[in-house]
């Protein structure tokens, strides 16, 4: 077994996506004055204001940061800023094309579950990678819808 990567690829959908990023700086902006004025200005507890922002952000971290997507014999793992990501090929069982990747199944076959049991691979800005995943995932995983 090697210890080097049959494919690896970065994502960083911050940079990639200028448009839907302004927007989302934007909202987020408001969304801030919004939360700020109902728990500060209103209820008089600041707690819910920095509990509220720090949901947001942690929920929308991937999206700022670089991901790192390294695909291997036996296993993928994805790399967040300093949190990582193992997952074995047996762990799902289908996989299938979205928006902005491909996404991972743990079920036999797609299911409204899967962002949340199932592993998303989002493709760079160029998707050279994309022939390559597709072929080695057919061949670690199988099914494909």
Not at 52 to 79: A, K, S, W
């Amino acid at each position: 077994m090697s210890n080097s990567p049959l494919l690896e690829w970065q994502s960083h959908p911050f940079l990639e996506r200028p448009i839907t990023s302004s927007l989302l700086v934007l909202f987020l902006f408001f969304l801030n004055i919004l939360v700020w004025h109902i728990s500060v200005t209103v209820w008089h507890t600041p707690f819910y204001y920095y509990l509220g922002m720090i949901l947001v952000v942690v929920n929308l971290l991937p999206y700022f940061v670089v991901t790192r997507y390294q695909l291997f014999d036996e296993h993928i793992e994805v790399y967040y800023w300093f949190i990582k990501i193992q997952r074995k090929y047996t762990d799902f069982g289908c996989f299938y094309s979205d928006k902005h990747g491909m996404m991972l199944s743990t079920f036999k076959m797609p299911r409204r579950l899967d962002p949340f049991r199932g592993q998303s691979l989002r493709f760079s800005k160029t998707k050279n990678e994309v022939p390559q995943l597709v072929e080695l995932l057919k061949e670690k995983i199988g099914k494909q819808y």
